[in-house]
């Protein structure tokens, strides 16, 4: 079984500081793949960036990294220097990757506010 | 672009009504999946299909049951409404390493 945890219900963060959410996962599958997605007001889920667990450098993708720490299963989102649009609900998510039942399980979601 | 459509983006149903939810994509992706977002709880897995007839349970499968007949369509069926699936679902299809693609979602009202 996996599980993903976010523990900050929600999050404030002044426009142009970088801001990181937290995500801690658990899982007994040997080969998994870690997500961020991405829920502004509209309602679509929008993918923002993936790690695999057997990659060897922290994954990015213009402003947004992934701080992947595989001992102490947590894979973190950094946003850099924030803009009024990144305000949205931020989800981790993780599926395993050695087979063809990919479960893809979601945490509970920050919700992240820049201010002006 | 991959796209996966919702049958209805609102929905009204009475209790005790059956419900059936459809989801179609467009880019023969094995894996399709159904989710309820409630809020403070995030997405939770009803169910999901890595192929045509295949199905697994999520972490809430209870009142729920799917049907995926074709490759391109996953079903999602409440067979008895109650007040407490009144929920947004998502459906979503994966590819490759596992990015998903949803649809835009149903918001469901059981009265």
């Known amino acids: 079984a996996q599980k993903i945890t976010q523990t900050q219900p929600g999050m404030f963060v002044q426009e142009k500081e970088a801001v990181t959410l937290d995500c801690t996962y658990d899982t007994s599958d040997p080969s998994y793949g870690l997500f961020w997605y991405k829920q502004p007001s509209s309602g679509e889920m929008i993918f923002l960036i993936y790690?695999?667990?057997?990659?060897?450098q922290n994954a990015t993708e213009g402003r947004y990294s992934l701080n992947f720490q595989k001992a102490r299963k947590s894979a973190n989102l950094v946003i850099s220097a924030s803009q009024l649009g990144d305000s949205a609900m931020y989800f981790c998510?993780?599926?395993?990757?050695?087979?063809?039942?990919?479960?893809?399980?979601f945490g509970s979601g920050t919700r992240l506010q820049v201010q002006p | 672009d991959v796209k996966v459509t919702q049958s209805s983006r609102y929905l009204v149903k009475r209790t005790g009504e059956k419900v059936f939810l459809e989801c179609v994509q467009d880019m023969d992706h094995e894996n399709m999946f159904w989710y309820r977002q409630d809020p403070g709880l995030g997405l939770r897995l009803i169910y999901f299909s890595y192929d045509v007839k295949m199905k697994e349970k999520g972490d809430i499968p209870e009142g729920y049951s799917v049907s995926r007949e074709k490759k391109e369509r996953f079903s999602l069926i409440l067979e008895s409404a109650s007040t407490n699936q009144t929920s947004m679902y998502l459906c979503a299809s994966i590819v490759g390493q596992g990015i998903a693609f949803f649809g835009q979602g149903t918001r469901l009202t059981v009265v």
């Open positions: 998510a993780m599926s395993p990757m050695d087979t063809g039942r990919r479960a893809l399980t």
């Open positions: 790690q695999g667990s057997y990659d060897q």
